[in-house]
Every structure is written in structure tokens, then in C-alpha cells.
DNA sequence: ATCCAGGAAGTCG
DNA sequence: CGACTTCATGGA
């Protein structure tokens, strides 16, 4: 065992399998069973849980934030446990933590997210990271804002980004060029998502995404199509985008990116 | 083949 | 403001 290692032996409330699949990160591979390889900024880490869990890596601090560790999600569990549907989804994706992942790392992420598939969203931000990343030690670090305003549509349609291509190269050109990411830690979630607005390829969802996934604003709801059958479960109605994230903050208040995970995971694997 | 995916932008009323 | 259409790509 080294000195930086990051030894887990309660498990209750996590779940590396569940953490990583349900959809907040897309840079992450298996590599064994039980073993799982995960990709942030330019870190790596290496993930193995078979009744307790290790976490090895060369930066325990940034991974134990980053692993939101410091956090009760027992607590959080038994707070929404009260709520409506909750039960059920709580106890399928018990092991589920909400990470702490770097800002431009979501906003590039989630533009790639917008109507499309999870297996390829991970393709096209592998190919992203293995043309523009810096070269680490078996592994690309994914690029900088600067690295990526460098390259046009067309390097970004070559990728298979499809119709993202320019909101890439124009998103990484605001970032390089001074769109301040620090700032929504100090807003509202409201207003949070609002200035993430004015970037191109973010809309209320990937907004919303970005605030609970890179600023753990926990007072958001992303709604995508699979939260959109569970509020049709939910209701037995259709609605816009906009009154069902209306409803769900309601109904879940400050705990709704932790109630929104919970349902989307599954939602999506049943 | 037709539908769909962690939706957003553009246009029209 | 809201509704409606278009936007690449590839897996199912």
C-alpha cells in the first residue's frame, strides 16, 4: 500500500461501478474486474473495489475531493428517502457520489452530450484528449482551453463532433479569451446557469449538468429525455422541459442534483 | 430501415 | 414568451 493511497472500508455509500456509470463522466475505462481506470484533467487514478475499495493515484488530496469524500451521503439518502419516488432509486444506485470534476472539462463535455449517445460522447472526447491532451505516462490529459481554440470546426468535424464542431471551437475561444469560469461558484444556481447560457452549444440543460457536476450546485435539475419518461411515470403527463425542472426542484428543493442522479440512473438501467 | 440519443440554435408567430 | 424545425453521427 502506497502513501497515497485511499483505502475505503465502509462501502454503504460507495460504489465506484455505479459512480462511474451513471453518466456525470465519460473519460473512464474497465480494465479488470473490479478495477476501473478514470481520467481527470491530467490525472489518472486507479479504482479497485472488491468488498473495500482503494483508490491509487499520485494526488490522494485531489482525488479524495474530487471522489467527494468529505461528504455524509447517508445523511443526503436518509433526507430524500422522505421524498416522493425515492425509495426505489436510492436503493438501485445506493453507491452513487456526486463528483467534483473541473469546470472546462464538463463544459466541453456536456456541449459533446447534447443529442447523443453515451459510447459516442466517450469517442469523440478520447479523440479530443489524444490530439490536443499533453502526453502523460500512458494517457492523454485532456487540453487546455488554449490548445483547443487553436483548432477550427473542421478539426473538430474530422473528430465525428458532428453539428458540435463550431460550438467547440468558438466555446474554447470565449474560455481562452477570458469567459470567466470561477464565476458561477459565486452566483445562484439561476443565475449560474444563466451566464453559462451566453456560451455556444449550452442550453438550461448542459447548464444545469455543468453546475451540479463541476460546482456540485446540488439546487439544479437536469432534464434530459430519461428524466422526461420518469416524469411521465411520475405524473402520467407530457410536459416542457422547463415545468418539469420547475416541478422537480419543488418537489426535491436543495437536494435536487442528488435526487435527479438517483432517477436518472435507474431510469436509464432498467 | 427508422428511431433515438444526458439538446441547442434559429426562425416564426 | 412558446412552439416548431433543423442540426451530424452511429448504435440499436
Redo the contacts with the bound molecule.
Sequence with gaps: MADNDIIIKDTKDFDIRQTLD???IFRYAQTDENTYEVFSKDKRCIVKQDGIAVIKSDDREYWHRFFDLDNDYGQIKDELANKPFMKDAIEYGKGIRILNQDPYEMLISFIV????????IKGILSRICEGLGEGKDGYHAFPSPEAMAAKDEAYY?AL?A??RAAYLSETAKAVADGFDLEKPRYLSGDEANKYL?TL????????D?ILLFAYHKSDVF?V????RKVYKDMTGKEG?N?EIRKYLVSTYGNLSGYA??YL?FSK?ES
Design positions: 451513471c453518466g456525470q452530450s447534447a443529442n447523443n449517445h453515451i459510447p459516442r468535424t465525428g458532428g453539428y447560457c455556444k452549444g449550452v442550453g438550461p440543460k448542459v447548464a449538468c437536469p434530459d429525455t430519461w428524466i416542457s422547463k435527479q442522479q436518472f436509464r
